[in-house]
């Protein structure tokens, strides 16, 4: 790791990866109690962002950190990250939507073992009759 890489230094000294995964959940869950499970698209966060722009921002940052860090997803935070966005009791149809979106255009950032380990643990057990067609697509492309 390079003194001048700063993505290196976010991703290995101060897990800025975990840090974005668990700050998604909290805005998840904040937004959960606050409509009381009844999340929508233009539901306000704070007075600034929805919850859809709250989200997206978090994926977008995870990508770009994964991208340009030219870094692959482990798969303990890959699980997190399904779990937050596609398991979670508390996930809505956004949640789902956004999640499996960014798993189909960041699949190539998780190397090939944890790409398969994450189908076996997670993608297959996904129930096909709930799955849009985006989540169908991603069930069949890994």
């Not at 190539?108 to 169908?136: H, Y």
């Amino acid at each position: 790791m390079s003194a001048s890489d700063p993505i290196s230094l976010l991703v290995h000294k101060h897990d800025i990866i975990s840090a974005l995964i668990q700050s998604l959940s909290t805005c998840q869950l904040h937004v959960w109690n606050k409509t009381h499970g009844h999340v929508t698209i233009e539901k306000s966060m704070d007075d600034r962002f929805t919850y859809e722009e709250s989200a997206k921002s978090h994926l977008d940052l995870l990508s770009l950190l994964l991208k340009k860090g030219y870094l692959y997803l482990i798969l303990k935070r890959g699980q997190e990250l399904w779990d937050i966005l596609i398991t979670n009791e508390k996930a809505s149809s956004l949640d789902h939507e956004l999640g499996l979106n960014w798993f189909i255009t960041c699949v190539d950032d998780f190397n090939r073992d944890s790409q398969l380990a994450l189908f076996e643990k997670r993608v297959s057990k996904l129930d096909l009759i709930n799955l849009s067609p985006k989540g169908t697509n991603y069930k069949s492309n890994i």
